[in-house]
């Protein structure tokens, strides 16, 4: 019972007790405590029972007599001292044991052969041998490898490792080939043993399989370089294609084109249609892209609404020429999306390696600028980078920086352009043209600043400016006229679709007392294409006040006619390009006259725009155009010089 409750470190038995003898004795204490070392003490001449005792599990024995000796405590001691070392080894070893059966490395060693003398179940799953098969096997027997890369048998690093005696990692790209032939990547290592003198006994290596880890790289690779949204390579990606496709240019003196896209109102679309419709049209957009280039070409998405498309292998401008085109028209196609079809168009910059650039930040910078000049043109056309929008990008921050000083200063002053009858020659109009009188720079024309200005947003403000200015200083001279002539004020897009245009234009007429019936806005086709209902709603609210809508720059968008029909439009302003080609292009004027015999169909007054010549003003009369404006009639002139232009007519 004492043996059982434990805490015993030895037993000493006299085999000679009162109420048990001989080996039964040590049996019982055996029984009750296994573990823990037993002596026996005998009479000098029962020595067989003595060694039966060990043989069952006893320690040893002591002779009677003996018993006193001095030496006994110490051999006590000596028996209790091994025993814990015992224990301890035996704990260390199972500790060792069930850690490497239970890790997920493999684990193997061999002996200073090389032959296989343990395998954990890591290692047998691995290669495929049984621990009992395997022992006593030559290393490269059980443990196949090969290169994965040059797919020839690798060296087995245990010779090398029991030869130089140190640790050594194993060759990357190794590869397991398993008994049943199943090849699993692996990373590996292997070190030697050394017995206890300091002498190579053999070499440990463990190994693990790597394919989930490479599995879980190639994924984050991906990752790393593709948009989660549309799959399609992100900028990094494409800062790699765009350093292969110049190191192959510059090896095989082959081009390629850079073209960079904005969509033209994507923010309102997601703004006032929610992320997910948003979402929907980035990936409609992607997808398109995909099916208009070549399966060499990258498309790839910046972020936002920007996409870059690398055309490679095109010397040639016409190449990146086709693919804008093929791509404008392709996104122009509505977007089916839900309950939406939505219409967009896009601005696109392009440039070219190598006359562009020849480096990837160069090339994207430039075709990035060239799309912001595409953005002025109007939207929903390409743009070829040109040296010079480089100066006017870095231009652009002081110009607007200047601009706002113009507005607080009132810098700005209009010259007006006379509209005349070309049957009769009388001055039915003129047309308002903006001129920024710069303290530093003199009287600056329009496609200087306003370009910078819409994309900064002041066109807002400088065409509420305009709009006043005109409406007054007509109004003035136009008391006591007897012929009262129409001024035209030309609107810019983002004007017309900026918060309060209605409103503060109708507020402007009221102010100042200007008839609304003599004020025509003019709009470009681009204009008017964003939203076309939202569109016609806002023109519908200026007509019923009684203002004049024309249509600018007729003839140089993208836009369908049809549309003509569902606008309130009055008058049809042919662009001044169609009139310059009367007399020079072969094929005379033919755009002109289909102008006009649409514009008498649908009832509305035709403007022939930038009439320089008498045979122009011939052509356009012999076709029936109503009315011509350009400076074979007059220069724009300041109000000053207009009245004079216009007082013999005004005198009866
Ligand atoms: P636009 O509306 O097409 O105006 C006609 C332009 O053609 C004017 O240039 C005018 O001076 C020019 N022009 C007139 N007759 C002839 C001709 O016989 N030959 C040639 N080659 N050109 C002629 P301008 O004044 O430099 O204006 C350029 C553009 O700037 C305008 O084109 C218009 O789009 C814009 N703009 C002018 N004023 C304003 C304004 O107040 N607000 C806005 N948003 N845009 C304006
Ligand atoms: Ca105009
Ligand atoms: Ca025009």
Not at 71 to 86: D, T
Not at 224 to 229: G, K, N
Not at 420 to 439: C, D, F, K, M, Y
């Amino acid at each position: 019972m004492r043996l059982r409750q434990g805490d015993i470190d030895i037993v000493l038995v006299d085999f000679y007790l009162p109420d048990s003898q001989g080996i039964a004795t040590f049996q019982a204490l055996f029984q009750a405590a296994p573990i823990t070392p037993i002596l026996t003490l005998i009479h000098q001449d029962e020595e067989p029972l003595a060694v039966e005792s060990v043989q069952q599990g006893a320690q040893g024995f002591l002779t009677k007599g003996y018993f006193h000796n001095s030496l006994v405590p110490q051999a006590l001691r000596n028996i209790i001292h091994r025993k814990k070392v015992e224990e301890a080894l035996f704990t260390q070893k199972e500790q060792a044991r069930i850690t490497l059966e239970s890790i997920g490395d493999g684990v193997l060693s061999t002996d200073m052969a090389g032959n296989v003398t343990y395998l954990n179940k890591e290692a047998e799953r691995l290669t495929g041998w049984a621990r009992d098969d395997a022992v006593g096997r030559p290393v490269a027997e059980i443990l196949h490898l090969m290169d994965s890369v040059s797919l020839q048998p690798a060296r087995n690093p245990v010779e090398l490792v029991i030869q130089q005696k140190q640790t050594m990692a194993l060759y990357a790209n190794s590869v397991l080939i398993r008994k049943d032939g199943y090849q699993t990547p692996i990373e590996d290592s292997a070190a030697p043993i050394f017995n206890q003198s300091g002498s190579v006994a053999g070499a440990v290596l463990t190994f693990r399989d790597t394919s989930e880890m490479r599995a879980m790289a190639e994924k984050m690779a991906y990752q790393a370089q593709h948009d989660y949204l549309t799959g399609l390579p992100n900028r990094m990606l494409l800062n790699d294609r765009l350093l292969q496709a110049i190191s192959y240019g510059a090896r095989h003196r082959t081009g390629f084109a850079v073209l960079y896209l904005d969509l033209d109102n994507f923010k309102h679309i997601n703004d006032s249609l929610g992320h997910t419709v948003g979402d929907m049209l980035l990936k409609s957009v992607a997808e398109r892209l995909l099916q208009q280039v070549r399966h060499s070409d990258t498309v790839s998405r910046q972020g936002g609404d920007e996409f870059v498309v690398l055309v490679l292998e095109d010397e040639r401008a016409e190449d990146a020429i086709a693919a804008a085109e093929k791509i404008l028209h392709a996104l122009a196609e509505p977007h089916h999306l839900g309950p939406h079809e939505l219409h967009i168009t896009t601005s696109i910059g392009i440039s070219l390696y190598p006359v562009d650039g020849s480096d990837a930040d160069s090339l994207m910078k430039n075709a990035d600028i060239a799309m912001y000049h595409s953005k002025e043109k109007g939207r929903g056309n390409y743009q070829f980078f040109k040296e010079e929008m480089n100066v006017s990008a870095i231009r652009r921050q002081s110009v607007e920086a200047d601009l706002r000083r113009a507005i607080d200063r009132e810098e700005f002053s209009l010259h007006y352009q006379p509209k005349v009858n070309l049957q009769s020659g009388s001055v039915t109009g003129v047309e308002a043209l903006i001129r920024w009188n710069h303290p530093t720079q003199g009287l600056l024309l329009p496609d200087q600043f306003i370009p910078i200005a819409e994309a900064s947003g002041l066109i807002v403000p400088i065409g509420r400016i305009v709009l006043r200015k005109a409406c007054a200083e007509a109004k003035e001279w136009m008391d006591g006229a007897m012929n009262p002539i129409s001024v035209a004020v030309n609107v810019s897009p983002i004007e017309f679709r900026s918060k309060d245009f209605v409103e503060d234009l109708l507020g402007i007429v009221a102010e100042t007392g200007m008839n609304p019936e003599l004020l025509e806005i003019e709009l470009t086709e681009t204009a008017l294409m964003g939203n076309v209902e939202a569109s016609r709603q806002i023109l519908e609210s200026i007509k019923t006040a009684g203002v004049h809508i024309a249509v600018d720059d007729f003839g140089t968008g993208y836009s369908s006619l049809s549309y003509l029909s569902f606008f309130p439009v009055d008058i049809l302003k042919i662009d001044k390009s169609f009139v310059q080609e009367i007399g020079i292009e072969t094929g005379d004027g033919i755009i002109v006259n289909a102008v006009i015999s649409m514009g008498m169909s649908l009832k509305q007054t035709v403007v022939a725009e930038g009439i320089e010549t008498a045979g122009q003003l011939a052509f356009l009369n012999a076709n029936k155009c109503e009315e011509g404006q350009g400076n074979f009639f007059s220069f724009p002139l300041p109000p000053g010089e207009l009245r004079k232009f216009l007082s013999p007519q005004s005198s009866p």
